[in-house]
């Protein structure tokens, strides 16, 4: 007896110590958050298998900053590694202020910047020490609490207390389904989700996959959570602890510990509840398993929360998570670097490489006028984000909306709610919200992988657009997609989760899709405005079939639209993104208790709507101001285009530090494109520059409109040179670059500033010559009898840099980024005669190159006059005046070159550029 025992300690130990082995990374490591403020400092990816140089580059940053201490290195992920400061150092305060997550981006940008925190000398010291030696980015590690997706209250006043009141014949249906698979279980009864007696159809239809005996067997979901009672009846046999872990209190199992604690464990038992127990109710996929991983009921680090999502990436096959920023109107949050760098690792990772399954629920601001694509969780392509439907089939008005939604499932609403088990040896009849709606759909997910195990993380979101079915069809977001005979909701996105029907597919010779390829646009600079008035802006860009071929690109199934827009109240901004085929994504849409004035800043939004859609075609973005107080600057955006590759063999991996808008931009082709590119077509309305694009060397023609409505817009055409492949290069940021950086650059030719033209130079030199010729020969006949009278009758001025009345000015100083006046040309010295140059004034010449017409370039006489009337003209205007009005030798003759500026207007703007030059003594602009 005591052996035996014995031997049970021992085996108890032994498993208790694999748990904690197994669970070394997920310790908190006991830091002081009291006392130490903690960062992370991201290292270069060509560090991951060199140790000893890591271990250099740490010690070299300790070095160098002697407050700096060196924790740990985060084991989960490569190249990330946790310091400490003493509490609110000012190198914290630097990092909660700023986007350290790119020190690249900084340093390219960082002359750039005008009265910036960042041009303090010792900060640019320490961002040239992080970026010689090999520091990626840098984000502080503050602990947060993440909010539940808590169910929402319903008012019953208006409906029946129970469904049990509407059900009619389908209750014998019911009772022979309890027979067939012998349930005993009290709530299965109620569990309409499942079967719906009182309005048939309304349910996931899973009866007819456990006929086929498909139950998730072999299947683990991850409740990321507020904990897991998984000592519960209904959980017990199907708790996994491997795929477990408490990192609100730092142990392996993650017991419910506070009074509210009941939420992972509802939405556990809609997932494997076991059947057959007579306790509560069944799950969707009964024999699967679940885990428990709470972070829901504390303060957590991002350290952790990214420790979260791959917690036993060997072990969970699917991520459940009902939480996310407040579901209040007007917040906006997305998840760090680091933990998007963890949710990358879990598609690219998990179920051996097939990618875990990350499913959210889509908020419950609804009723608040909140929305998904302000979610960055949600809103992420890795998401298989769920909204929410009532027993009704009815969109109840607490669940979140947005083009980020790829499908909707049942939950509360109408006067019911998921009946599931609880906490505390009870049973839950008021489960709801999106909360319910996610782990449902998981549950359907465990099902389709057991059904066919192959499918890749991207094959069930496929299989998810394929199968759903549509609902409530008169709903006006309804719009035709790319897929025939499918339409997509913002409300519901693809349908209602049909279990039966993504059973059937994944099962029936379902191809598996080629791996992943992607597409980023140039970012793009449109700097529209609207002040103080309703309307909307619009930018455009153009895809061309060759550079998606280059791109290894085949058709679309997400798209993110990264956005720069400054706004005095960002609830007052709507943006839409329209395809070439006319299909529209809302990507946000109003909210009246949004008054943040921040805007948006390198926010990312996404859609599904575009599925399986073809690419090629002008692209438009529209951003609206809806509120005539508002006013609204639409400076910068970029779209990503993510879907199935051309070819596999040409398939890489996917790197969150890499920029690909350049990838197909190659240095040695700049050089050879830079000529051709500067040819554009000239229209009255257009603005035209030779521009290096990142993607491909193309010729732009940037057209600038505003409409009867007042829609201002810009377009841009793309016709690409014909390049090879280039090797991907290391990305400089991910974020969009400020149209600064458009003009300086980043490092590389992707934001240079493109017009590197010299033709203007030349055909000043050529004229140089051509006047230095004749007055050499002036100077010449001088010294010849009988030419005195010719030397009188024909009399020029020599074209001199420094003449203040000077009809062009070209600048060559690629130098001076500080002063607006020095790029290429400033369109107030031009004078009024020239209608066909000034018929429109440009709204930022920095990012606005132009070209003039040929036969305005260097007009020197009226427009009406042509050949030896020209001549003629000039030769009596000159005899005229040197009959009337003798001169003397010192006498000046700047300001009488006939058919020149003469009227006052100009002359003043020719005074105010004198002034100019005055205060620009380091300026090398040549004037003629």
């Known amino acids: 007896m005591n052996v035996l025992w014995l031997l049970k300690i021992l085996s108890f130990l032994i498993l208790d110590n694999k748990l904690v082995n197994a669970s070394n990374c997920a310790s908190n490591r006991s830091n002081d958050h009291e006392n130490f403020d903690y960062f992370i400092v991201e290292t270069k990816n060509y560090n991951n298998n060199n140790n000893n140089n890591t271990e250099i580059g740490i010690k070299n940053i300790e070095n160098i900053h002697k407050d700096w201490k060196f924790e740990y290195s985060i084991d989960f992920l490569n190249n990330f590694h946790v310091f400490s400061l003493p509490k609110n150092h000012h190198h914290s305060r630097l990092f909660d202020e700023f986007n350290f997550e790119s ?53 019953y006043s208006n409906t029946n207390l129970s469904i049990r009141s509407k059900q009619d014949s389908t209750v014998d249906e019911l009772n022979k389904i309890s027979e067939e698979f012998e349930i005993n279980d009290p709530l299965f009864k109620d569990q309409w989700h499942i079967f719906n007696t009182a309005h048939l159809g309304n349910d996931v239809n899973v009866i007819p996959v456990w006929r086929m005996n498909i139950t998730g067997n072999g299947i683990v979901t991850a409740l990321i959570d507020d904990g897991l009672d998984y000592e519960s009846e209904d959980l017990k046999d199907n708790y996994c602890p491997e795929g477990s ?49 709470r972070i829901l009921s504390g303060e957590i680090t991002s350290e952790q929360e990214a420790q979260a999502m791959i917690y036993g990436l060997d072990v969970n096959d699917i991520y459940s998570c009902s939480w996310g920023p407040p579901d209040n109107g007007k917040s906006m949050d997305s998840p760090d670097k680091l933990i998007r760098s963890a949710i990358l690792k879990g598609v690219q990772d998990g179920r051996n490489g097939k990618g875990a399954l990350y499913v959210f629920a889509s908020g419950n601001g609804g009723t608040r ?25 009815l969109h109840p008005q607490y669940s979140e909306s947005c ?12 006067g019911e709610h998921i009946h599931t088990t609880d906490i505390n040896n009870q049973c839950s009849d008021n489960h709801g919200g999106t909360s319910a709606a996610a782990p449902l759909a998981a549950g359907i997910y465990a099902l389709i992988l057991e059904a066919n195990p192959d499918l890749t993380w991207r094959d069930v979101q496929y299989l998810t657009v394929l199968s759903a079915a549509e609902i409530d069809p008169f709903d006006n977001t309804w719009q035709n997609s790319a897929i025939p005979n499918r339409k997509y909701s913002s409300k519901y996105g693809w349908g209602k989760i049909d279990a039966e029907k993504m059973v059937s597919m994944a099962q029936n010779n379902w191809k598996l899709l080629k791996p992943q390829s992607w597409y980023y646009t140039p970012f793009r600079f449109p700097n529209l405005k609207l002040e103080n008035e309703i309307g909307s802006v ?93 006013s609204i600057s639409f400076d910068g955006w970029q779209m990503r285009l993510f879907g199935e590759c051309i070819n596999p063999e040409l398939a890489k991996r996917f790197e969150l530090n890499e920029d690909y808008s350049v990838i197909n931009n190659e240095d040695n082709d700049n050089n050879e494109t830079e000529t051709e590119s500067s ?92 006047g230095f010729g004749i007055l050499l020969y002036i100077i010449l006949t001088r010294r010849k009898p009988g030419r005195a009278r010719r030397r009188e009758d024909f009399e020029f001025d020599i074209i001199r840099p420094d003449d203040d009345d000077s009809r062009f000015e070209f600048d060559d ?30 709204q930022n010449s920095k990012n606005n190159n132009f070209k ?77």
């Open 679 to 770: 040819t554009a077509s000239e229209t009255s309305t257009s603005i035209e520059s030779s521009t290096t694009n990142t993607i491909d060397t193309p010729t732009t023609e940037v057209v600038e409109s505003t409409s009867a409505t007042g829609e201002i817009t810009t377009t841009e055409n793309v016709e690409p040179t014909t390049t090879e492949e280039s090797t991907p290069t290391t990305s400089l940021s991910s974020n969009i670059p400020t149209s600064d950086d458009q003009q300086k650059g980043n490092g590389n030719d992707s934001y240079e500033n493109p017009d590197k033209s010299t033709h203007f130079i030349g055909y000043f030199f050529a004229l140089l010559v051509v």
């Open 369 to 393: 006028e909140d929305g998904c694509n302000f979610d960055g969780y949600t809103n992420s392509i890795y998401s298989l984000t769920v909204s929410a439907i009532d027993y009704k089939g």
């Open 103 to 155: 020190i690249d981006n900084i340093i390219n940008q960082n002359d750039l910047i005008n009265n910036d925190n960042l041009l303090k000398r010792e900060n640019k010291e320490l961002i040239e020490n992080l970026y010689n030696n090999n520091v990626y980015g840098i984000q502080s590690l503050k602990k947060r609490k993440l909010e539940k997706r808590l169910p929402v209250p319903i008012d």
């Open 813 to 842: 100083d690629d130098d001076d980024d500080d002063d607006d006046d020095d790029d290429e040309f400033n369109v107030s010295d031009f004078d009024n005669d020239n209608n066909d140059i000034n018929s429109k004034p440009l």
């Open 245 to 293: 872990w408490d990192y609100n209190d730092n142990r392996p199992n993650p017991k419910p510990m506070l009074s509210n604690d009941y939420h992972g464990t509802r939405c556990a038992a809609e997932i494997a509840a076991s059947k057959g127990n007579n306790y509560c109710g069944v799950g969707v996929a009964f024999n699967s398993k679940v885990s428990g991983i």
């Open 403 to 414: 083009t980020a939604v790829m499908v909707s499932t049942f939950s509360s609403g109408s």
């Open 538 to 630: 619009v930018d455009s860009f153009t895809i061309t079939e060759e550079i998606l071929q280059k791109a290894n690109f085949e058709k679309i199934e997400q798209i993110t639209v990264t956005v720069n827009i400054k706004s005095n109240k960002r609830g007052k901004v709507e943006v839409e993104l329209i395809s070439p085929n006319g299909i529209i994504s809302k990507l946000a849409h109003s909210r009246s208790r949004d008054r943040d004035t921040s805007g948006f800043k390198n926010w990312t939004f996404s859609t599904v709507a575009h599925w399986d859609e073809n690419a090629v075609g002008e692209w438009k973005i529209k951003v609206y101001n809806v509120e005539a107080e508002n």
């Open 852 to 928: 003039l017409d040929s036969s305005s370039e260097f007009d020197l006489g009226s427009s009406n006059l042509k050949g030896h009337e020209t001549s003629d003209k000039i030769i009596k205007d000159v005899i005229n005046h040197e009959t009337n009005t003798p001169k003397s030798k010192d006498e000046d003759y700047s300001n009488e070159r006939t058919g020149l500026i003469n009227d006052k207007d100009n002359d003043d703007d020719n005074s105010s550029l004198h002034n100019n030059k005055d205060n620009n003594q380091d300026d090398d602009r040549l004037v003629l």
